[in-house]
């Protein structure tokens, strides 16, 4: 069987587990059905390989640096964690964090949804 890597994967345009399988003379069915499965973890681990790295999630935020970005104070911010204005992530007793996502869908939201 000749050796494929990822880049004839990518120039073929993807792949199937048959295509991983050359058929040789004499081969037998259970010959046959171990090629393909073999092939289709090749194929699954071609993909992994071609795949785009995961994004990394954002940096989580403190209240203070939060209440810094807002131009306000923190008892601001965690009235706003209070009313779910802003998600938070609570990581205990008064260790609250918030994620740049939700700061910057706050902003483009317009602020709180309905005036205090």
């Not at 880049?7 to 048959?18: A, Q």
């Not at 681990?45 to 203070?64: I, M, N, W």
């Not at 996502?101 to 005036?115: C, L, M, Q």
């Amino acid at each position: 069987m000749a050796a494929i890597n990822k880049f004839d994967v990518i120039r073929r345009g993807g792949t199937s587990g048959s295509d991983w399988v050359e058929e040789q003379p004499g081969d037998t069915e259970p010959t046959k059905q171990l090629a393909s499965e073999v092939g289709d973890l090749v194929e699954r681990l071609v993909s992994l390989l071609v795949s785009p790295e995961p994004t990394k999630p954002g940096q989580l935020l403190r209240a203070d640096e939060v209440a810094e970005l807002l131009n306000t104070n923190s008892q601001v911010v965690y009235r706003l964690a209070r009313t779910q204005e802003l998600p938070a992530i609570n990581l205990g007793e008064r260790m609250l964090r918030f994620t740049e996502v939700s700061i910057s869908d706050f902003i483009k939201r317009g602020g709180v949804r309905t005036a205090a």
